[in-house]
């Protein structure tokens, strides 16, 4: 354990010396409870993961998981932690895991959904997806791949939004520039299968309202960010997508 945690340090000391000086950091006081109590979370900035039924939704495989629990809670926690490190953003350290149906969802700006080539949403979540948007909240789609998983995500994002088409973001979108200036959409996948691509979809207005990861899978370098499974520089990359994330949440 206490190798682990000289690990941790280390690497997360790499992104904490960029911009830390410039914002000034905070770290959390206290942990808030699991995230089986949503209701118990602080005003706190939350990593919302969604949950989901559909093919093989509660299966155990891919590493003992459902596929929308996969990087859970390690993903979430390392990024929350950063973001607290290099921000002056209060965050809470624990996952809350919700349904798209779940009214308790719109008490937060930021969610997190994966392996939407699994998913199948009922009406009801396809409902509380659009509204969710559409009243400002922000949703990250990652850890998918092939055309197959892309065209089951388009098909669920026609039933909300009829209206609106994912688009390809270049890289001077604000979203790759609101805290750290990313250099390069052209990033490393962490299982190196298929060509990376960054998909936006945006309200009438201009405003993104969720980013797709597709063909990549950031939150797997976030999970192992305490371990040397993979190399510093891919973790380093990820975590400031990561935290650019949160913070166009916030912003926009």
């Not at 979430?76 to 932690?81: A, Q």
């Not at 400002?136 to 789609?141: A, D, E």
């Not at 200036?181 to 299968?193: A, C, H, K, N, Q």
């Amino acid at each position: 354990m206490r190798t682990r945690h000289r690990r941790w340090s280390w690497r997360v000391g790499i992104i904490g010396c960029a911009a830390a000086l410039l914002i000034g950091g905070t770290s959390p006081k206290g942990a808030s409870q699991s995230a089986l109590d949503p209701e118990a979370s602080s005003n706190r900035f939350t990593f919302v993961r969604i949950q989901f039924g559909g093919r093989f939704s509660s299966r155990t495989f891919f590493g003992a998981v459902p596929p929308w629990a996969h990087d859970y809670p390690r993903g979430g926690r390392h990024l929350m932690k950063i973001l607290s490190e290099v921000s002056l953003v209060r965050v809470n350290p624990d996952e809350v895991v919700l349904r798209f149906d779940d009214p308790r969802l719109f008490q937060y700006p930021f969610a997190y959904l994966c392996e939407v080539g699994f998913m199948d949403l009922s009406d009801r979540e396809i409902e509380g997806l659009r509204e969710y948007l559409l009243r400002g909240g922000f949703l990250i789609v990652d850890d998918f791949r092939e055309e197959w998983a892309l065209e089951n995500l388009r098909a669920h994002l026609r039933r909300a939004f009829p209206d609106l088409e994912l688009e390809e973001l270049e890289l001077s979108h604000p979203i790759f520039n609101c805290f750290f200036s990313i250099r390069t959409l052209e990033v490393t996948p962490p299982y190196g299968e298929g060509v990376p691509k960054f998909l936006g979809l945006s309200d009438k207005k201009g405003r993104l309202m969720m980013i797709v990861n597709y063909n990549n899978d950031i939150s797997e370098y976030w999970e192992w960010a305490d371990d040397p499974f993979t190399p510093i520089e891919y973790t380093n990359e990820a975590f400031k997508f990561g935290v650019n994330y949160a913070i166009y949440a916030l912003t926009h």
